[in-house]
């Protein structure tokens, strides 16, 4: 979808597609400087990083295998503890394998360095970890594990490319930062976002 529909909902659009895909390129080729002829399976995160894992995955100059993962944050009364419940499990055996864990963003760090303990436990060869976006608070994530990024941006609810708000905007071709208006309504249940009700 282009970023027209939504015009309204957005405080600014802050990557291109453009942008996007000429930088998931480069991230496809440091990944494969990085494995050389072995096959690395990408573990894309649902939902978030579904566009960017296949984008990525096409735009790798060799072969992987593609696996899914999802995982949902329990409420906040849980969330400090840093675990998550699983939702959707990986169905390729890793034992051996090099592992790309396959991000849209790092924000807290709480889901990436839950997968890493998570995927750790069946002995990989190797993780690795690649989000698109990187945000400034990101102190949970695993030291010590290899980590490439497409982008380090600011604060604010990033939607587009995959990511979401409540389900919507994952069809958007660019990446953009939601208008707060936009969420602090929808908190409220007050107004609806531009072209829904
Ligand atoms: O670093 P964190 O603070 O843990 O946040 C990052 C995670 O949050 C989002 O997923 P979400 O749980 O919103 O599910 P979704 O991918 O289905 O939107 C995003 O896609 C990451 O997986």
Redesign the pocket.
């Known amino acids: 979808m282009d970023a027209s529909h939504v015009a309204d909902d957005l405080e600014s659009v802050i990557l291109t597609e453009e942008q996007i895909l000429a930088r998931v390129g480069e991230l496809a080729a440091e990944l494969h400087e990085r494995f050389g002829s072995r096959t690395p399976v990408l573990v894309g995160?649902?939902?978030?990083?579904a566009t960017f894992t296949v984008d990525l995955a096409r735009a790798y100059p060799g072969q992987v295998e593609i696996g899914w993962m999802?995982?949902?944050?329990y409420s906040t009364g849980n969330r400090a503890s840093g675990s998550?419940r699983l939702l959707k499990d990986l169905d390729i055996d890793i034992t051996g394998r090099d592992v790309v864990i396959v991000?849209?963003?790092?924000?807290?760090?709480?889901?990436?360095s839950?997968l890493i303990a998570n995927l750790a436990q069946r002995e990989p060869a190797s993780i690795t970890v690649c989000a698109l976006l990187r945000?400034p608070e990101?102190a949970?994530?695993e030291a010590g594990t290899p980590t490439y990024v497409g982008f380090d941006v600011g604060e604010g609810l990033i939607v587009g490319y995959?990511?979401?708000h409540e389900?919507h905007y994952?069809n958007l071709r660019c990446a953009a930062v939601l208008a707060p208006a936009v969420y602090a309504a929808r908190r409220g249940r007050r107004v609806a976002p531009h072209g829904r009700t």
Request: aromatic share 4%.
């Open positions: 995160v649902l939902g978030g990083a999802a995982a949902k944050s998550l991000d849209g963003v790092i924000d807290t760090g709480l889901t990436m839950w945000k990101t949970h994530v995959g990511l979401d389900g994952r």
